[in-house]
């Protein structure tokens, strides 16, 4: 009876698992194709915005727009790469850019926490993972930014490293995770044609459905010590959840995608806070290559400065609040638990810090 059990067991948590990859694969689907959409609404509109980039602070909230709008740190700094190489935009305004970038980049994890918005216990703890990867990207601006302006720190140390790397030349890295979605989201593209409309109503169904399935796989998996599985070996120590961060950031060229994937986790009760968040600081990292490759192969050394700018940046930012990570982490869980008494007050959150602020900001600012 104890074998009949066990096998039955066993069988279940393969049965789970199995959909569990299959929902997984959904999800990062339906990032991409939410991508694609966006690019079709904004991608054009991205480059000629940040094209008009006057100013620091000016570029500084244009990074947050133009990144927020197409879901993507890494097509914002690699589009400012492009055009600091072709000259259309200066070192000096670009760099802030890349700075507004990294806070424009977690609306994705944040938009993806909401599906789980009707049930109060699972999205207090998937809105506080998503929105301590904000609360650091705010807090590493808010300290390095003026820093920035004043002294020009990261242009100078940037520009040691681009005259470093100059003419080692470039390395094209195609991601296997891109490699099995971007044909899927092609056909589906061919299909309905360039209506994004209705190309981000499909990503958006696909990402509420893959979410709540992934949730519940994960609930049973969690009977399965899955949980144990994650704490002794992935997420065991801080080091090693950030290098796993940094490791499937550089696969999937996406840290909005390497954020998100924790989102259905800490909401399931998987992972803490603590364990989360050493592993966002991986995927800052690890966004930076995307950048930092494309600006190898133009050999422009103002590009590569840029690139390096945004890598010093990040470690600039992790050198400060990791030490001091119980202040982004005690102010998500704070706004996390006030954001659950009334549920307005995350829409409104992501509206106002990603879209408004920005916009108003630039208006002002011209």
């Given at each position: 009876m104890r074998f009949i059990i066990n096998c039955y067991t066993r069988h279940k948590v393969i049965f789970n698992l199995i959909f569990l990859l299959a929902f997984l694969y959904?999800?990062?689907?339906?990032?991409?194709?939410?991508g694609t959409s966006l690019k079709l609404f904004g991608k054009g509109f991205a480059t000629a915005l940040i094209k008009t980039t006057t100013n620091p602070l000016v570029g500084l909230f244009i990074?947050?727009?133009?990144?927020?709008?197409?879901?993507?740190?890494?097509?914002?700094?690699?589009?400012?790469?492009?055009?600091?190489?072709?000259g259309a935009l200066n070192i000096a305004n670009a760099i802030p850019i890349i700075m507004g970038a990294n806070i424009g980049t977690s609306v994705t994890n944040t938009v993806a926490s909401m599906t789980q918005i009707n049930r109060s216990l699972e999205f207090k703890r998937?809105?506080?993972?998503?929105?301590?990867?904000?609360?650091?990207?705010?807090?590493?601006?808010?300290?390095?930014?003026?820093?920035?302006?004043?002294?020009?720190?990261?242009?100078?140390?940037?520009?040691?490293?681009?005259?470093?790397f100059q003419h080692i030349g470039g390395l094209k890295f195609l991601s296997p995770v891109k490699a099995i979605t971007k044909p899927v989201v092609a056909v589906i593209k061919s299909l309905i044609g360039?209506?994004?409309?209705?190309?981000?109503?499909?990503?958006i169904?696909?990402?509420?459905?893959?979410?709540?399935?992934?949730?519940?796989?994960?609930?049973?998996?969690?009977?399965?010590?899955?949980?144990?599985?994650?704490?002794?070996?992935?997420?065991?120590?801080?080091?090693?959840?950030?290098?796993v961060g940094l490791l499937i950031t550089f696969l999937v060229q996406s840290s909005?995608?390497?954020?998100?994937?924790?989102?259905?986790?800490?909401?399931?009760?998987?992972l803490t806070l603590i364990q989360i968040f050493p592993y966002t600081m991986g995927a800052n990292i690890g966004t930076t290559i995307t950048a930092i490759l494309a600006a190898l192969v133009t050999g422009n050394v103002s590009a590569i400065i840029v690139a390096f700018s945004?890598?010093?940046?990040?470690?600039?930012?992790?050198?400060?609040?990791?030490?001091?990570?119980?202040?982004?982490?005690?102010?998500?869980?704070?706004?996390?638990?006030?954001?659950?008494?009334?549920?307005l007050i995350p829409i409104f959150y992501i509206g106002f810090v990603f879209f408004l602020l920005p916009i108003l900001l630039i208006y002002i600012s011209k």
């Open positions: 959904l999800f990062i689907f339906s990032l991409e194709l939410m990074g947050i727009l133009a990144t927020s709008i197409i879901q993507s740190s890494s097509s914002t700094t690699s589009i400012v790469v492009g055009l600091v190489a072709g998937s809105f506080s993972a998503a929105i301590v990867h904000d609360f650091f990207n705010l807090l590493a601006v808010l300290v390095l930014f003026p820093l920035q302006y004043f002294t020009n720190y990261l242009g100078h140390a940037a520009t040691f490293m681009g005259n470093e360039d209506h994004p409309w209705i190309l981000l109503a499909l990503a169904f696909c990402l509420l459905f893959s979410l709540t399935m992934m949730v519940k796989s994960l609930k049973i998996l969690i009977v399965s010590k899955a949980e144990g599985l994650l704490d002794r070996y992935l997420f065991k120590t801080a080091f090693r959840a950030f290098f909005s995608i390497t954020t998100s994937l924790v989102v259905p986790l800490a909401g399931a009760g998987l945004h890598l010093i940046f990040n470690i600039s930012g992790i050198i400060i609040w990791w030490p001091l990570r119980s202040v982004p982490i005690f102010l998500a869980q704070k706004f996390a638990h006030f954001s659950t008494r009334n549920k």
